[in-house]
């Protein structure tokens, strides 16, 4: 079993919509989460942090639900510029390791 | 704006050549990563440095070394490329423990 899952897609939405991902840890000791962004051939960038009372940030809302070692990033009004992979990155309990899923492709259509 | 730099970003080497990539952040981060990135694996860690000198091995460790001897410089060796060490590989840097990472726009290594 991967220590990181994620649904590689593609969701193809149109602009608009509201879409959701999630991402499923196997690490109970994790103590941090994130969610990066990767354009289509660029370097990944953090898109932000999940922390464990959730997160907003503008258009996008992060949770954690630590029972069920899962993760997910809510994007409301989907933009055509969101197009990109997602990736969903989880600590090695305290250590400076980050493991990085693989991915959620998103599409968005005009 | 934090920078990370990666001395090339396409490379062509034949099998057995020593392949050296480098990696320099401008933002005196304490913490460098290098990783590589391969379709339906994501990012997997090969090795990181939380300081000069220093060096702990990743996930996929093995056929690779590295080198710090500068804060601000962190090299990836392929002692003897294999064509299964063709991929995009990425270096990344953090001020500290577990604060973002930012990476660097990668290289993509092929080796026939």
């Known amino acids: 079993r991967k220590e990181v899952e994620q649904d590689p897609g593609p969701f193809n939405v149109p602009e608009g919509a509201t879409v959701a991902f999630n991402c499923t840890y196997s690490?109970?000791?994790?103590?941090?989460f994130f969610w990066y962004r990767q354009d289509c051939r660029k370097e990944p960038k953090l898109l932000m942090s999940?922390?464990?009372s959730g997160n907003e940030d503008g258009r996008f809302t992060a949770q954690l639900n630590r029972a069920s070692q899962y993760i997910s990033l809510l994007i409301r009004d989907s933009k055509l510029s969101d197009s990109a992979t997602y990736l969903c990155v989880v600590s090695v309990d305290s250590s400076y390791k980050l493991i990085f899923g693989s991915g959620t492709r998103l599409l968005v259509r005009p | 704006d934090v920078k990370v730099t990666q001395s090339s970003r396409y490379l062509v080497k034949r099998t057995g050549e020593k392949v050296f990539l480098e990696c320099v952040q401008d933002m005196d981060h304490e913490n460098m990563f290098w990783y590589r990135q391969d379709p339906g694996l994501g990012l997997r860690l090969i090795y990181f440095s939380y300081d000069v000198k220093m060096k702990e091995k990743g996930d996929i460790p093995e056929g690779y070394s590295v080198s710090r001897e500068k804060k601000e410089r962190f090299s990836l060796i392929l002692e003897s490329a294999s064509t299964n060490q063709t991929s995009m590989y990425l270096c990344?840097?953090?001020?500290?423990?577990?604060?973002?990472?930012?990476f660097g726009p990668g290289t993509r290594l092929t080796v026939t």
């Open positions: 999940v922390y464990s």
């Open positions: 990344a840097s953090s001020f500290a423990g577990l604060d973002e990472q930012y």
């Open positions: 690490n109970s000791a994790s103590q941090s």
